[in-house]
């Protein structure tokens, strides 16, 4: 007069987890693929330098890109010279973890077009520039 514990043939309680894991590690490929080509700010052709040092762009700083057809940039937002020092607050203060501001100078501009805008930010008291260069074969 005993119960009958499992020994018939109902459905499985197991969880068939295989299609799950194949969804994720496509989608980890994808991410991966994708995460090295995303880049900050205006793309500008970067000037050639024998020291550099390789960093990678996480969105950790505030991006100013200045080209000579396109004018300025903070990150997508075209700015002027007198708005620069504005937005780029205003990017710190909406963003608390960023480290600093990369300067992203198209090679055909002149020194002293580059200079000017770092000197705008340095007398706003932002002491962490950066600039992006590309390493020369």
């Known amino acids: 007069m005993g119960a009958s514990l499992g020994s018939g043939g109902g459905p499985m309680a ?8 194949d969804v994720v590690l496509v989608l980890l490929v994808v991410f991966m693929v994708i995460t090295p080509m995303m880049e ?9 330098a024998t020291q550099t040092k390789k960093m990678q762009d996480k969105g950790q700083f505030v991006v100013v ?4 057809e396109k004018g300025l940039w903070v990150d997508d937002d075209e700015v002027t010279e007198e708005t620069l020092v504005d937005v780029v607050n205003s990017r710190f203060a909406s963003k608390t973890d960023l480290e600093g501001v990369l300067i992203k100078a198209d090679h055909d501009l002149q020194y002293g077009e580059v200079r000017k805008y770092m000197d705008i930010l340095g007398q706003a008291n932002m002491t962490t520039l950066l600039v992006a260069a590309n390493k020369k074969d």
């Not at 197991?14 to 894991?21: A, S």
């Not at 900050?40 to 050639?48: H, M, N, T, Y």
């Open 40 to 48: 900050s700010g205006l793309s500008v052709d970067l000037p050639q």
């Open 65 to 68: 890109g200045i080209s000579a």
């Open 14 to 21: 197991d969880i068939n987890v295989t299609p799950l894991i």
